[in-house]
């Protein structure tokens, strides 16, 4: 299935292509400026720390859908052994094969591509098998680090988890704000609470997969007019799966990552920190997300932390 006129009417409202200069690689990012970031860390009052994080293991939330998304394989290189003679220091040292995205993660705004181009109207064909993105790569982003600001959709609405069918909309969003008693703003990292990675917890990876709720097709116009930094929710595909629009495959990440340029986040637990919203009473806090630099890649592992 092609892409149907409505995805491109949407793409033109949201497209920001050019917005921060015609060499821009960061997106929506360069919406976090120092006074954001001051202002984010004013709101550090009792030095509680949350982290976002799954583990990082082989029996991961990967199951074989997506082709060549490997779950970490752990391997050590060498144990206690003295390398520089019997008697000195021992090291050990150990070695990891896994998918960039394949726990807690940021996309990149390569991570996909449509219509033959990526952010900033750069060709697709910048991203190769040799080095990964030419351009826009996970390492151009040196570090992320903003107010945090859960939308705790599933709460919002009275329940711990959404329906696997549920699209997530703006007027979730609406609704999880005035559930919360705040409003986003300009340069916030968005987080979004569907409840869907309690599955994963509970050890039903598959389930966690599929059926799954997510970020409908209509949130990146929020998301752009409310001048959002970067968003991420806790389920595995980000957008509801299977898609909103039969036959339509991932086209919110095409808006966000390619015409928008801001980044996603999936597999996040936000578990433990909707607890802690609850227990703090209030929904905004310093969050801490920076992306590990690997030079060209579409995505990174990322360890989360939100300090109250």
Same mark, same amino acid.
């Given at each position: 299935?092609?892409?149907?006129?409505?995805?491109?009417?949407?793409?033109?409202? &949201?497209?920001?292509?050019?917005?921060?200069?015609?060499?821009?690689?960061?997106?929506?990012?360069?919406?976090?400026?120092?006074?954001?970031?001051?202002?984010?860390?004013?709101?550090?009052?009792?030095?509680?720390?949350? *982290?976002? #994080?799954?583990?990082?293991?082989?029996?991961?939330?990967?199951?074989?859908?997506?082709?060549?998304?490997?779950?970490?394989?752990?391997?050590?290189?060498?144990?206690?052994?003295?390398?520089?003679?019997?008697?000195?220091?021992? @090291?050990?040292?150990?070695?990891?094969?896994?998918?960039?995205?394949?726990?807690?993660?940021?996309?990149? /705004?390569?991570?996909?591509?449509?219509?033959?181009?990526?952010?900033?109207?750069?060709?697709?064909?910048? &991203?190769? #098998?040799?080095?990964? #993105?030419?351009?826009?790569?996970?390492?151009?982003?040196?570090?992320?680090?903003?107010?945090?600001?859960?939308?705790? &959709?599933?709460?919002?609405?009275?329940? +711990?988890?959404?329906?696997? +069918?549920?699209?997530?909309?703006?007027?979730?969003?609406?609704?999880?704000?005035?559930?919360?008693?705040?409003?986003?703003?300009?340069?916030?990292?968005?987080?979004?609470?569907?409840?869907?990675?309690? /599955? @994963?917890?509970?050890?039903?990876?598959?389930?966690?997969?599929?059926?799954?709720?997510?970020?409908?097709?209509?949130?990146?116009?929020?998301?752009?007019?409310? +001048?959002?930094?970067?968003?991420?929710?806790?389920?595995?595909?980000?957008?509801?799966? *299977? *898609?909103?629009?039969?036959?339509?495959? %991932?086209?919110?990440?095409?808006?966000? %990552?390619?015409?928008?340029?801001?980044?996603?986040?999936?597999?996040?637990?936000?578990?433990?920190?909707?607890?802690? @919203?609850?227990?703090?009473?209030?929904?905004?806090?310093?969050?801490?997300?920076?992306?590990?630099?690997?030079?060209?890649?579409?995505?990174?592992?990322?360890?989360?932390?939100?300090?109250?």
């Amino acid at each position: 299935m092609s892409l149907p006129a409505e995805f491109h009417e949407i793409a033109k409202r &949201v497209n920001n292509w050019g917005r921060w200069g015609t060499d821009d690689e960061i997106g929506t990012l360069n919406l976090i400026t120092d006074e954001v970031v001051r202002e984010a860390a004013a709101t550090v009052r009792t030095g509680r720390r949350v *982290p976002l #994080a799954l583990p990082l293991q082989q029996d991961g939330v990967q199951t074989g859908m997506i082709p060549g998304r490997v779950n970490p394989l752990h391997a050590m290189v060498q144990i206690n052994q003295e390398i520089f003679g019997p008697g000195t220091v021992a @090291c050990s040292d150990d070695v990891v094969t896994m998918g960039l995205q394949a726990a807690t993660h940021w996309d990149a /705004l390569t991570h996909v591509s449509h219509s033959g181009k990526i952010y900033n109207g750069r060709p697709a064909d910048t &991203v190769t #098998a040799h080095a990964g #993105a030419e351009f826009s790569g996970i390492d151009k982003p040196r570090h992320i680090a903003s107010r945090g600001v859960l939308l705790d &959709v599933a709460r919002a609405r009275g329940t +711990d988890r959404l329906a696997g +069918d549920h699209a997530v909309t703006p007027e979730d969003l609406e609704t999880a704000e005035e559930f919360a008693g705040i409003r986003v703003r300009s340069g916030d990292i968005v987080l979004v609470r569907t409840g869907q990675i309690q /599955l @994963c917890l509970a050890g039903d990876k598959h389930a966690y997969a599929y059926p799954s709720p997510g970020l409908s097709v209509r949130t990146p116009e929020w998301f752009h007019a409310r +001048d959002v930094a970067a968003v991420a929710n806790d389920t595995l595909t980000f957008e509801m799966f *299977p *898609p909103e629009i039969d036959g339509l495959w %991932l086209p919110v990440h095409a808006l966000d %990552l390619v015409e928008m340029g801001m980044l996603q986040g999936q597999n996040w637990n936000l578990e433990e920190l909707s607890t802690a @919203c609850g227990q703090e009473s209030r929904y905004t806090f310093l969050l801490s997300a920076m992306p590990e630099p690997f030079a060209g890649g579409t995505g990174t592992p990322v360890a989360p932390v939100a300090i109250f």
